[in-house]
Nanobody, 115 residues
Framework: QVQLVESGGGLVQPGGSLRLSCEASRTIFSIGDMGWYRQAPGKQRELVATITNDGRTNFADSVKDRFTISRGDARNMVFLQMTSLKPEDTAVYYC?????????WGKGTLVTVSS
């Protein structure tokens, strides 16, 4: 079973930056899309950003021009660089992977944006 482990969450002031990392292990297929979703308290999980195996990216309108997504050379890692963070970015951020075996999720990392 594929495992996704996130790291890098925490408390940051408005306007600050954070970098989230996710490493996939036990992958059978080397090709797969990866990305990030988030879920704020009382809200549904929503897409933040995704990146395909060949580097094509997709962002939620709310994070365009503030967040960037990238992958490691080994293609089993994905990173989310978040800048100009706002209180409304507060959420649990989940790593996601899709390959020929299905969709996989990490357990999430909490990002809190507050002064």
């Amino acid at each position: 079973q594929v495992q996704l482990v996130e790291s890098g969450g925490g408390l940051v002031q408005p306007g600050g930056s954070l970098r989230l990392s996710c490493e996939a292990s036990r992958t059978i297929f080397s090709i797969g899309d990866m990305g990030w979703y988030r879920q704020a308290p009382g809200k549904q999980r929503e897409l933040v950003a995704t990146i395909t195996n060949d580097g094509r990216t997709n962002f939620a309108d709310s994070v365009k021009d503030r967040f960037t997504i990238s992958r490691g050379d080994a293609r089993n890692m994905v990173f989310l660089q978040m800048t100009s963070l706002k209180p409304e970015d507060t959420a649990v951020y989940y790593c996601w992977r899709r390959d020929y075996g299905g969709n996989y999720w990490g357990k999430g990392t909490l990002v809190t944006v507050s002064s």
